[in-house]
């Protein structure tokens, strides 16, 4: 039978002490309190309401969309001015913000 080496007393992480042991300790405790309220809260007003909400958005959008095709076109070509330019202005955005901060007062 092998017995097991006999070891001191030692810290979780070198560099700590007994006392940011027992730090560590309370705030996963605290941690452990906020999940089980969470829990034991049970479902919000949101929680309830966000399917029905999105069902009845989505829902007008493809009648919409079904039903108007000047909409659709129009929307269309909205989405796509937006997804190029946008990155654009924060590229320019981020031109200006670099020139400022390599000015020295």
Same mark, same amino acid.
């Given at each position: 039978?092998?017995?097991?080496?006999?070891?001191?007393p030692?810290?979780p992480?070198? =560099?700590?002490?007994? =006392?940011?042991?027992?730090? @560590?300790l309370e705030a996963?405790e605290r @941690?452990?309190?906020?999940?089980?309220?969470? @829990?034991?809260? =049970?479902?919000s007003?949101?929680d309830?309401?966000?399917?029905p909400?999105?069902?009845?958005i989505?829902?007008?959008?493809?009648v919409?969309?079904a039903t108007?095709?000047d909409?659709?076109?129009t929307?269309?070509a909205?989405?796509?001015?937006?997804?190029? =330019?946008?990155?654009?202005?924060?590229?320019?955005?981020?031109?200006?913000a670099e020139?400022?901060?390599d000015v020295?007062a």
């Open positions: 039978m092998r017995t097991l080496p006999v070891v001191g030692t810290t992480r070198p =560099g700590l002490t007994y =006392g940011d042991c027992s730090k @560590e996963t @941690e452990n309190i906020v999940t089980i309220a969470r @829990e034991n809260r =049970g479902a007003t949101w309830s309401l966000r399917l909400f999105f069902v009845i989505t829902t007008f959008l493809l919409l969309f108007q095709k909409t659709l076109t929307t269309t909205l989405a796509t001015a937006l997804t190029t =330019g946008l990155p654009l202005l924060m590229k320019l955005v981020g031109a200006f020139k400022r901060s020295k």
